[in-house]
């Protein structure tokens, strides 16, 4: 109802106008009528936004790098590329409409209930496999530095792996109930300094501790280019934790600006960690480079434990827009004591996600598929049709038009391939 209402209203301004030309044709009420002088600032949202999109990724993208070879980092760019593109898509999208407030909000106002069922079911799952993967993560690095700790409880042994998984959990399950996005911002400033470490302490160790940077690697590797286009495509999907971002913003106009420096410093990133790890281990890498690390070098070790810090900052800002979706739909049943509700959303979400991860133990593929199927889904493909429907442009052919067509069709064949390549990789290890 609330999509058809608004269904006569577009968007008027091309996206590849400048900021200045925006301005002209708003009235000077309307330029600031996204300031929320209580919400987060410039800096808090950009590290939010850093460590929603430089996380785990990083540990992943040296192994993608040698599945594709090196000629697959043009791919990596160019996925770099279209969904900081698609990123600025949302914007637009959120800015045409102020009643949206979320990503499942944009696919009701473009395709009405239909489509804001599809986004919502689309946005919780890639969320949710990603928080699991955090766990599978902390419990493959944990492991891998305390091999032979067996767990005891109640006279059932678990192993070291499923016994740190859930150590994990339980540390992380107090940062889950945050909901206050200024708050979470010093949790995301600490994961942002995490990377940092874990990329200085790889490359000391390959610097300084007698791995050194020998491995020449491939120039390309056609049978692995899809599951490292995954992988890349994997390290780009915060999309649905941006109109989180947008709407606690305090200048919303500043959201744009914020969005450049996240994807250009991620993306430097990424690429310093991918071409470190492929030249000191080549094609002997694990789906996590710290698996590679001996644990017996400092930098080794300073790098693992600053692995697990990761987890914990991130958890908790991509479980925000899962808890935000639910409560939406049990709103009118549930509006008394919201606080509780959301604390009881939150510790059943790591329960579960706690279950997953003790079910499905592969990181790499794991992580593979979250990239094909659903981040080119949520981070290219329902961007790119949103904004379509909304502005209106798609009824006249023009430069803008083509270059979202060609981004669409990317997204749609990195979703097709990948899902396919990630899916047999799965059951062949299961």
Request: with cysteine; net charge neutral.
């Amino acid at each position: 109802m609330e999509g058809q209402k608004h269904e006569d209203h577009s968007i008027t301004i091309p996206l590849l106008h400048s900021y200045a030309d925006y301005v002209t044709v708003n009235s000077k009420e309307e330029q600031y009528s996204n300031i929320n002088i209580t919400g987060a600032s410039f800096i808090s949202t950009c590290f939010n936004g850093l460590n929603a999109l430089s996380g785990i990724g990083i540990l992943s993208i040296p192994y993608a790098l040698a599945e594709g070879g090196w000629l697959s980092l043009i791919l990596l760019l160019l996925i770099a590329s279209s969904t900081f593109y698609t990123g600025l898509l949302i914007q637009r999208c959120m800015d045409a409409d102020p009643t949206i407030t979320s990503y499942p909000d944009i696919g009701n106002r473009a395709f009405g209930k239909t489509g804001k069922a599809i986004v919502s079911i689309t946005m919780d799952i890639e969320l949710y496999l990603v928080a699991t993967g955090f766990l599978i993560l902390e419990g493959d690095n944990l492991s891998n530095l305390f091999p032979d700790m067996d767990f005891d409880v109640y006279g059932f042994r678990i192993g070291a792996k499923s016994g740190f998984i859930v150590l994990v959990a339980l540390i992380i399950l107090p940062t889950s109930w945050l909901d206050n996005m200024s708050i979470l911002s010093y949790i995301s400033a600490s994961g942002v300094l995490a990377s940092m470490i874990i990329l200085g302490s790889v490359f000391w160790a390959g610097a300084a501790d007698g791995i050194g940077f020998n491995e020449k690697g491939k120039l390309v590797n056609w049978n692995g280019m899809p599951s490292a286009i995954s992988l890349y495509a994997f390290c780009y999907c915060a999309h649905p934790v941006f109109p989180t971002l947008y709407t606690s913003m305090r200048n919303q106009r500043q959201f744009s600006k914020v969005l450049f420096l996240c994807f250009a410093f991620s993306t430097i990133t990424y690429s310093l960690m991918a071409v470190i790890g492929y030249l000191m281990f080549g094609s002997k890498l694990e789906s996590q480079i710290t698996l590679n690390l001996p644990t017996n070098n400092i930098s080794s070790r300073v790098a693992i434990g600053t692995t697990l810090v990761t987890p914990i900052a991130k958890y908790a800002l991509m479980l925000t827009p899962i808890v935000n979706s639910i409560e939406s739909r049990f709103h009118a049943s549930y509006s008394y004591n919201e606080r509780m509700r959301s604390f009881l959303i939150r510790t059943v979400l790591m329960i579960s996600t706690v279950i997953v991860a003790l079910s499905v133990p592969f990181f790499g593929y794991l992580m593979s598929l979250v990239g094909a199927i659903l981040s080119a889904t949520t981070s290219i493909t329902i961007p790119c049709l949103c904004y379509l429907k909304i502005s209106g442009i798609h009824r006249r052919i023009g430069v803008e038009v083509v270059t979202i067509g060609l981004v669409l069709l990317s997204g749609l064949i990195v979703a097709v391939v990948g899902t396919y390549v990630s899916l047999v990789d799965i059951v062949r290890h299961l």
